[in-house]
């Protein structure tokens, strides 16, 4: 298995968390397989931007985090990335994206109560919002790509034709399979059997709103996911 692509350089997100304590501007900084951030003080990384953990002791504050198994919940999580996508009008070009991901506070069944992103896609022509919060990027972005205008498409690897997810679930962020090295064998998968035999073939993992060279847009009814 080679690696999956990844930035060639951190990318910094201007960033803002609101919680009990009020709004903290803030940088979300991504790495392609680790996202880090500070919170008055406190530094905070992990794999998935819904499982921030913090990196030792808490910072001596009248305003501490909240935190439940030493990652960070009760807040909200706002960020904004540039996205590549293509326009009817003017072709390729690079907008930016917003995220907001609201997590929940600690629940009896040891995790949080609730997790939500919504999207907001910055386009020349106007803003484009998701309908709801989703649990996770994929169906965020699955709803975003549904009210797009037409002739308008999201140049990403959620949208492209060489990637897929395990067909026991994915997480929040970052757990897409890409298949680029294993183009040919991608393109002959039609159902769950045809991916598990396939899986530990591909090329490695990478964050739905990456975009790479191999890109190619994806067609309805590819692979495990359709």
Known sequence: MSEAPVYASPQHYPAAVTDRWGRF???LVNSGGMF???LRGNRFEGTSVDGLELVGEPAESDEPPALHE???CSCAIEWRMPVEVSLADTGRTSVPL???LTLGDPAPNNAIDSVGVTLRLHLPSGVVDTTAPRGTMEDALADLRRRLPD???LLACVSCAYSDYHPA???FIGS????RDNKDAYRAVAGKQDLFALWDQNSGF???TYHCPDFEQRRPGTGYRG
Do not use: I, K, N
């Not at 897409?176 to 298949?179: E, G, K, M, R, V």
């Open 25 to 27: 501007e803030t940088t």
């Open 36 to 38: 880090t951030m500070t």
């Open 70 to 72: 030493g990652a960070l």
């Open 98 to 100: 917003t995220a907001r």
């Open 151 to 153: 002739g308008t498409r």
């Open 169 to 171: 679930g994915s997480g």
């Open 176 to 179: 897409l399979a890409c298949f």
């Open 206 to 208: 990478v964050q739905e």
